[in-house]
C-alpha cells in the first residue's frame, strides 16, 4: 500500500499486512488499525481516538499530532524518528514498545497523566528528545518505565515532567 493522499480512519478495522507507505496525512479518529506489517508513516497526521495494534509497528518518520481523548496502543511497536507532538488526552500502553529514535521528537503540550502502563510489559525507550513544552502543572508517565538511553534528552521547558515508572537511564 503506498498513500500520497489522505488516508483517514473514523471507525472500523483496517489490517495491514504488508509494509504500506503513508506519505500524506493520516488521520486516525476512531476503529483499530493492526500493523502485521510494517505501517511507515512518513507525511502529517493526527490521533484523536482508536487502537493502533500489531507486531509489524509504526514507524513514524513525519509530524504526528496526538489529540484528543484516550488512544490505545496494543500489543505495538511505535518507531519514531520525525516529531510527535502529544497536546490532549491519553495514550494507554498495552504490552507495547515506543522507541523514540536518535532524531526522534516527542513533545508534551498537556498537563495530567499523557501516557498510562496498562499491561505489562511496556516500555518508553529515549534515544531522542523527550520534551515537555507547554503547560504548567504536571505531565506524567505513571507505571510506565521510561529507559533514556546514551545521548536520549529528557526535559521541561515549563511545568514538571514527572518520570515516576521506573526504567534505566
Known amino acids: 500500500l503506498v498513500d500520497n493522499e489522505t488516508l483517514a480512519v473514523t471507525g472500523g478495522t ?5 509494509e504500506a507507505d503513508i506519505n500524506g496525512a493520516f488521520n486516525f479518529s476512531g476503529g483499530t488499525v493492526t500493523a502485521t506489517g510494517v505501517f511507515n508513516l512518513k507525511g502529517t497526521g493526527s490521533w484523536s481516538g482508536g487502537t493502533l495494534a500489531g ?23 511505535v518507531n519514531n524518528s520525525g516529531t510527535i ?5 491519553q495514550v494507554q500502553f498495552w ?29 518508553f525507550n529515549n534515544a531522542g528528545t523527550l520534551e ?22 529528557a526535559k521541561s521547558d515549563v511545568g514538571t515532567l ?3 515508572g521506573g526504567g534505566t537511564s
Open 14 to 18: 483496517l489490517e495491514v499486512t504488508h
Open 55 to 77: 507486531v509489524g509497528g509504526f514507524n513514524n518518520t513525519g509530524a504526528w499530532q496526538w489529540t484528543g481523548g484516550t488512544k490505545f496502543l496494543t500489543g505495538a511497536v
Open 85 to 89: 507532538t502529544h497536546d490532549s488526552g
Open 95 to 123: 504490552s507495547t514498545a515506543f522507541n523514540n529514535l536518535v532524531a526522534g521528537v516527542y513533545d508534551v503540550a498537556t498537563d495530567g497523566d499523557f501516557v498510562y502502563n496498562a499491561g505489562n510489559p511496556s516500555a
Open 132 to 153: 515537555k513544552i507547554a503547560g504548567t502543572g504536571s505531565s506524567n508517565m505513571p507505571g510506565l518505565p521510561f529507559n533514556n538511553v546514551t545521548g536520549g534528552i
Open 162 to 164: 514527572n518520570l515516576s
